[in-house]
């Protein structure tokens, strides 16, 4: 996730890495391409171009913008859906470890290391939801050994950390009302994981995505041949203008579209991870704690 103040006025245009300008550079430079082809083609061969006028593309680029307006509320809503669950996540894990913590007798170590492998199934979540291998602290603090190929360790991770409730259940170091609150706050996690999975596995449809990607390139492509008649030697600024629009808006909806996937403007998964991760072990009385995660270069990942 980008983190950066606000742009002063004089700062606009100076700002590339972290804008979506990296992305569609060679989109832009092709539609400036073509604007200077048609610039001169139309001083060579002006009676040829006396057809082409702006009206159409007055209209079709009305209907783009809505289109792409439609489009990246739709990715925004899962990025927001996915950065909700998560936000909720965190507290759902403070709770669990509040009243893993709270609960008077019992076995000191045992509820720690209860209270750890929420950590590591934090971890392992997030690394299961960007596709990445497991980090080295699920390892750390999950006080067990995965088996080899697993495919889901959060939910490895889960099962053991709810046969450990049950094994202070039978040990009687609380009673059943105990252990159904904490059967609760394990299934809203499991809830969560679904939730993001579903977020991942369910990208929006392939053809409206392509419907939109063609009528992009297509209106931006043509332009230049509408706007030659009136702008003349200036078709190429104002094509580059437009297709910086229009190409930028559908880049920003294809990185909204993946809030888990590693683009600058994802959700910053380790960083959230590590709060969980200070917050817990400063309630199991940990002095030597993690440093916050910071952005680098402005991104917070």
């Known amino acids: 996730m980008i983190v950066h103040p606000r742009p002063r006025l004089w700062e606009l245009f100076g700002i590339w890495r972290l804008s979506v300008i990296s992305r569609i550079a060679p989109q832009i430079a092709l539609v400036i391409a073509i604007s200077i082809a048609v610039v001169a083609a139309w001083h060579h061969w002006p009676h040829s171009f006396a057809a082409f006028s702006v009206a159409p593309f007055t209209l079709l680029g009305i209907a783009l ?20 669950q998560l936000g909720g996540l965190i507290g759902e894990l403070r709770s669990l470890a509040r009243l893993t913590l709270a609960l008077p007798g019992g076995d000191r170590s045992r509820r720690q290391r209860a209270v750890r492998r929420i950590i590591a199934w934090e971890y392992s979540l997030m690394a299961h939801l960007r596709g990445q291998s497991m980090p080295p602290e699920v390892a750390l603090y999950a006080a067990a050994t995965a088996p080899p190929h697993l495919r889901d360790t959060p939910e490895w991770l889960l099962a053991q950390l709810a046969a450990d409730y049950a094994t202070m259940l039978a040990d009687h ?12 706050r394990l299934t809203s996690m499991s809830l969560v994981q679904v939730a993001c999975e579903r977020i991942r596995s369910t990208p ?25 008649g009136t702008l003349d030697y200036a078709t190429p600024l104002f094509s580059a203008i437009v297709a910086y629009a229009f190409f930028g808006l559908d880049a920003l909806g294809d990185e909204m579209e993946e809030p888990f996937a590693d683009w600058p403007n994802a959700l910053p998964l380790s960083a959230m991870a590590r709060t969980t991760e200070i917050s817990l072990l400063e309630a199991l009385g940990e002095l030597n704690l993690p440093p916050p995660a910071e952005p680098v270069d402005h991104i917070l990942r």
């Open 65 to 84: 913008s809505i289109f792409l307006g439609f489009r990246n509320n739709s990715c925004y809503d899962r990025w927001w859906e996915a950065r909700r």
């Open 173 to 184: 170091e609380f009673g059943e009302p105990i252990f159904q609150t904490l059967d609760l």
């Open 204 to 228: 929006t449809p392939f053809a409206y995505t392509l419907l939109l990607h063609r009528t992009a390139y297509a209106f931006c492509l043509l332009l230049p041949f509408g706007l030659v």
